[in-house]
């Protein structure tokens, strides 16, 4: 099949990488327009953009949905992963097999911008992608294929991410079969729920909460926006943790040294901080952290 690919972020690279090598024929790769980033603000490609550009594979950067239109208008088929943006229905149909999306839950759970955290910060302990035909809906089209994958105990956001960007593109390859052999989809059944954006206010730690609901922030969160919490006055960035197996006598975010673990209280049990990054500097270990910042007794965070 003549495939275009719409799609932004590194976790699409698998799939364009192995579409690359396939038998089918990757015609175009559609992205979001340059950005601005850095310090500079100096405009900036896309993980997708870079990609194309460096495999010499056509690439529009559409700024309406006319442009998105004539970039797929002599495709059968589009996939979208993690574009940035949903498509009108008329955009839909277009191509001669409409469109596809690789999304990285099990529908209909956590549909929408942020799955993989979402499911993490929920203490799920499976994950998987889904590959369904899109309609005008937010991830409401019926299925081609699933895949189940485990979420390891300390997996964090960016980690599951890569993992299921590689299980993917096992799961585009049965949908491709199943499309060319004229498969119907299946509707999606089950408990739905969505998978919000995360904002920056809602990554802040309430110290008053259970270690483990913690633990699982700072596990969703990262690297974006990354999981937090003030300290005399500035925001501390939290990277990396994991629960204590003891239980100090600590008041919520209170911190302390024990042994050599730089711990903070919660409602139970105790955080180890293993990564934080402290306002303007760069990530360092809590304890090398807390060697500088020489905690006053019973000082707190939060």
Not at 9 to 23: F, R
Not at 72 to 88: E, F, W
Not at 190 to 214: F, M, V, Y
Request: net charge negative; aromatic share 6%; proline share 8%.
């Amino acid at each position: 099949m003549r495939l275009a690919v719409a799609a932004t972020p590194e976790v699409a690279l698998p799939t364009l990488h192995w579409l690359q090598t396939s038998e089918h024929d990757l015609v175009r790769v559609i992205s979001q327009p340059d950005k601005p980033s850095g310090r500079g603000q100096g405009l900036h490609a896309s993980p997708v953009s870079q990609w194309a550009i460096a495999n010499s594979i056509d690439l529009v950067r559409p700024t309406n949905v006319e442009e998105i239109d004539a970039a797929i208008a002599d495709v059968d088929l589009l996939i979208t992963i993690g574009y940035g943006r949903i498509l009108p229905s008329a955009t839909i149909s277009i191509p001669k097999f409409g469109c596809i999306n690789l999304h990285f839950s099990l529908l209909p759970k956590y549909r929408g911008a942020a799955p993989v955290q979402r499911a993490i910060e929920a203490g799920e302990t499976q994950s998987g992608v889904t590959v369904f035909a899109l309609d005008p809906g937010m991830d409401t089209g019926p299925i081609y294929t699933s895949i189940t994958t485990p979420i390891e105990p300390a997996m964090r956001s960016f980690e599951l991410l890569d993992k299921l960007s590689h299980v993917g593109v096992d799961a585009l390859k049965q949908a491709l079969a199943e499309i060319e052999k004229g498969t119907t989809p299946t509707p999606q059944t089950g408990e739905s729920s969505l998978a919000a954006k995360i904002t920056r206010d809602e990554a802040q730690l309430n110290w008053s909460s259970p270690a483990h609901s913690l633990f699982n922030k700072i596990r969703a969160f990262y690297p974006q926006p990354q999981a937090w919490t003030v300290f005399r006055g500035q925001p501390l960035k939290i990277s990396s943790a994991r629960v204590s197996d003891i239980v100090p006598d600590l008041q919520p975010g209170e911190l302390r040294i024990v042994g050599s673990d730089c711990v903070i209280g919660t409602l139970d049990k105790a955080i180890v901080l293993e990564s934080v990054t402290p306002a303007g500097k760069k990530e360092m270990s809590a304890l090398d952290w807390s060697r500088g910042a020489r905690f006053e007794d019973a000082e707190r965070c939060g």
